[in-house]
């Protein structure tokens, strides 16, 4: 007796309903995943140190839908809530485009341009580190500050912040370098 394969099934099946005959609707022929005719454009989840690889699916430099890889050895094509959720973070249209800063006292805030936001950061920053940096401590060298703290967010990698770290600690003299990922 000859065993019949899964092949040979599906085979006989579709010879047998013929399928190209079978009554459907325009709505049905028309059809289609909503991935069809996109880029899969290979990403890496950004919300913890685990490294879980992602399919972020463009069409005309949109972002449709991402989905975990199933190629990945770490996750499977599995991902947490966070990580099935990070379509919300590139395209919630209540994400926030633009610096909106408050100034002291105020009672509103302003739209302000990002170099603008920027400069001011490093020109505060700059500050901060010259009012509390201190070159000796009883005699030896310690090139430290202590009146700044930082709090790196999960959503990095561990590449950087390992770079975070090396700016904020080595180059900065900053003390107190903490990650969310790690609290």
Same mark, same amino acid.
């Given at each position: 007796?000859? @065993?019949?394969? =899964? *092949? &040979?099934?599906?085979?006989?099946?579709? &010879?047998?309903?013929?399928?190209?005959?079978? #009554?459907? &609707? #325009?709505? &049905? *022929? %028309? %059809?289609?995943? @909503?991935? @069809?005719n996109a880029t899969a454009v290979h990403s890496v989840c950004p919300y913890c140190a685990v490294g879980c690889s992602q399919l972020v699916y463009v069409k005309? @430099?949109?972002?449709? +839908?991402?989905?975990g890889n199933p190629e990945s050895p770490i996750n499977a094509g599995t991902l947490? #809530? %966070?990580?099935?959720?990070?379509?919300?973070?590139?395209?919630?249209?209540h994400r926030i485009h633009h610096v909106l800063y408050r100034a002291p006292y105020s009672d509103h805030w302003e739209q302000r341009p990002l170099d603008w936001a920027?400069?001011?950061i490093a020109e505060l920053t700059k500050e901060t580190r +010259?009012?509390?940096?201190?070159?000796? %401590? +009883?005699?030896?060298?310690?090139?430290? *500050?202590?009146?700044?703290? =930082?709090?790196?967010?999960?959503?990095m990698d561990n590449e950087e912040n390992y770079l975070i770290k090396k700016l904020l600690g080595a180059g900065l003299g900053i003390v107190s370098i903490e990650n969310q990922a790690r609290i």
């Open positions: 007796m000859k @065993r019949k394969t =899964a *092949v &040979s099934f599906v085979e006989a099946a579709l &010879s047998e309903r013929q399928v190209e005959r079978q #009554p459907f &609707s #325009p709505n &049905s *022929v %028309k %059809k289609a995943a @909503r991935i @069809r005309g @430099r949109t972002i449709i +839908d991402i989905e947490c #809530p %966070k990580g099935a959720n990070a379509f919300q973070l590139g395209t919630n249209p920027m400069q001011r +010259d009012q509390g940096f201190i070159e000796r %401590k +009883d005699g030896k060298v310690v090139n430290h *500050v202590t009146n700044i703290a =930082a709090l790196g967010g999960a959503t």
